[in-house]
């Protein structure tokens, strides 16, 4: 069966400091990554994904499929980078998002 | 560009009632669409995907005759949630896909629906 997690449904860190928010996921086909964002009181907004190796808003994930995991990454994290963040596995032929569990990340000034 | 709408953003209904909720592409034409259900501080589940033109096809667990959608055309889906009951409060989002990308996904802003 196809699942994502996200272990940590809270994260708080201070500007300036690295930021790691976590994922791991469980599918037997080809994975498709991704990282959505919502911002508070917006809607849910594509972040990066996996195929595109780009760096946006500063962040960055790699796909790592002997660890299946996809963690994404921010060397100095800024207040504006506060809000929920969702890890999501595209599945091939349905195509279709497995969302994981989320993560609500807290830049502290 | 790709902006997706959904109207209305909230709505209060008795039980035993029918609502619609739409969802629309605004600037793109939306191959595929999709439905899915947020309960407070929870992810997102699938309910069901639609491609215009053809019926949905409905993720395990969810019962197609009470939530009824219809993909008419390339840029309008509707979700009805029929003889609503209050466990059917929730936070309903709708996504479209153009097509053009793998898996891309725009997001409307949702619908929350509290019945009564």
């Known amino acids: 069966a196809q699942r994502v997690t996200q272990p940590e449904k809270l994260l708080s860190v201070f500007k300036g400091a690295p930021v790691e928010l976590k994922c791991n996921y469980s599918y037997s086909g080809s994975p498709e990554l991704f990282w959505y964002v919502q911002y508070s009181r917006q809607r849910l907004q594509l972040l990066l994904r996996?195929?595109s190796r780009e760096s946006i808003k500063g962040f960055t994930a790699d796909l790592n499929k002997g660890e299946t995991s996809f963690h994404l990454k921010k060397p100095f994290a800024q207040e504006e980078d506060s809000a929920m963040y969702y890890c999501a596995l595209g599945v091939q032929g349905a195509q279709k998002l497995v969302f994981g569990q989320g993560t609500r990340l807290t830049i502290n000034p | 560009g790709a902006v997706v709408s959904q109207h209305p953003s909230w709505v209060i209904c008795k039980s035993g009632t029918s609502v619609k909720i739409e969802c629309r592409s605004l600037d793109f034409q939306a191959t595929t669409m999709f439905w899915y259900r947020q309960f407070p501080k929870q992810s997102l589940m699938l309910m069901a995907t639609?491609?215009?033109?053809?019926?949905?096809?409905?993720e395990q667990g969810v019962e197609k005759d009470k939530f009824l959608i219809n993909h008419a055309s390339l840029t309008l889906s509707t979700l009805t949630v029929t003889s609503a009951h209050p466990e059917d409060s929730s936070f309903y989002i709708c996504?479209?896909?153009?097509?053009?990308?793998?898996?891309?996904?725009?997001f409307g802003p949702g619908t929350r629906l509290t019945v009564t």
């Open positions: 996996h195929i």
């Open positions: 996504s479209a896909r153009d097509g053009r990308h793998s898996y891309e996904q725009y």
């Open positions: 639609s491609n215009e033109g053809s019926k949905a096809t409905y």
